[in-house]
T-cell receptor
Framework: NAGVMQNPRHLVRRRGQEARLRCSPMKGHSHVYWYRQLPEEGLKFMVYLQKENIIDESGMPKERFSAEFPKEGPSILRIQQVVRGDSAAYFC?????????????FGSGTRLTVV | KNEVEQSPQNLTAQEGEFITINCSYSVGISALHWLQQHPGGGIVSLFMLSSGKKKHGRLIATINIQEKHSSLHITASHPRDSAVYICAVLEGTSGSRLTFGEGTQLTVNP
C-alpha cells in the first residue's frame, strides 16, 4: 500500500504554460481533496472530489484552475496559463469516507515553480 | 481574524523539554486534526480528535469542545521533532474540507 502518490514532486513551468498535477489516492479511498500552500502561508482548501464528481470546489480560483477525478486513473489538478502567483506547494489528501471522519492521508505534494 | 489560531508561531526548545502547542478555533467543528510537516516534505497526520485526549508515543493531543481549544504536547522532545505542526478543523457545517491554522515552527536543539 503505497499511500497517496503525487507526481511530479517538482514542476517548473514558464508563464503561460499549463501545469498538470496528479494524485493517486490510497488504495480503497474514493474521496480526494486538493490543498494549496502559498509561500509563507498556511494550507488552503481548493476542491473535494469523488470518482467522476466534484463535490465542493468553493476553494478553487474562478479561472484557469480545474480538477477531475475520472473513473479510472488519478485525480488531476490542471492550471492553465500559469502565472508567477501560482507558484506554491499543492497537496492532495484522500479518505475512505466523506468528510474525512476516519482521517485523511496526505501525499508528499507537488512544488510548482512558475518562471 | 482567522477561524483557526495557533500559538506560538515559533518555538525553540532544548532537547528533553516538554512542549505545548495551542490551537483555538471559532467555528463549530466535527473533528480536529494535528498534522506534522517537515521542511520540503509531505504532511503526516498525527491525530484526529473529536473529544477528550489521545496519546501516541511521546505525543499527546487534547481537545476541549466547550472552550474550542486543543493542545498538542510533546514529552522528552528530540531534535527529530523539529517540524511545522499544523492544527486543522473539519467544520461541522461544510463537513467536506479542512480549515488550517498557520502552523507552529518547532525547533529542538540538541
Amino acid at each position: 500500500n503505497a499511500g497517496v502518490m503525487q507526481n511530479p514532486r517538482h514542476l517548473v513551468r514558464r508563464r503561460g504554460q499549463e501545469a498538470r498535477l496528479r494524485c493517486s489516492p490510497m488504495k480503497g479511498h474514493s474521496h480526494v481533496y486538493w490543498y494549496r500552500q502559498l509561500p509563507e502561508e498556511g494550507l488552503k482548501f481548493m476542491v473535494y472530489l469523488q470518482k467522476e464528481n466534484i463535490i465542493d470546489e468553493s476553494g478553487m480560483p474562478k479561472e484557469r484552475f480545474s480538477a477531475e477525478f475520472p473513473k479510472e486513473g488519478p485525480s488531476i489538478l490542471r492550471i492553465q496559463q500559469v502565472v508567477r502567483g501560482d507558484s506554491a506547494a499543492y497537496f492532495c489528501a484522500s479518505s475512505n469516507q466523506g468528510q474525512g471522519l476516519y482521517g485523511y492521508t496526505f501525499g508528499s505534494g507537488t512544488r510548482l515553480t512558475v518562471v | 481574524k482567522n477561524e483557526v489560531e495557533q500559538s506560538p508561531q515559533n518555538l525553540t526548545a532544548q532537547e528533553g523539554e516538554f512542549i505545548t502547542i495551542n490551537c483555538s478555533y471559532s467555528v463549530g467543528i466535527s473533528a480536529l486534526h494535528w498534522l506534522q510537516q517537515h521542511p520540503g516534505g509531505g504532511i503526516v497526520s498525527l491525530f484526529m480528535l473529536s473529544s477528550g485526549k489521545k496519546k501516541h508515543g511521546r505525543l499527546i493531543a487534547t481537545i476541549n469542545i466547550q472552550e474550542k481549544h486543543s493542545s498538542l504536547h510533546i514529552t522528552a522532545s528530540h531534535p527529530r521533532d523539529s517540524a511545522v505542526y499544523i492544527c486543522a478543523v473539519l467544520e461541522g457545517t461544510s463537513g467536506s474540507r479542512l480549515t488550517f491554522g498557520e502552523g507552529t515552527q518547532l525547533t529542538v536543539n540538541p
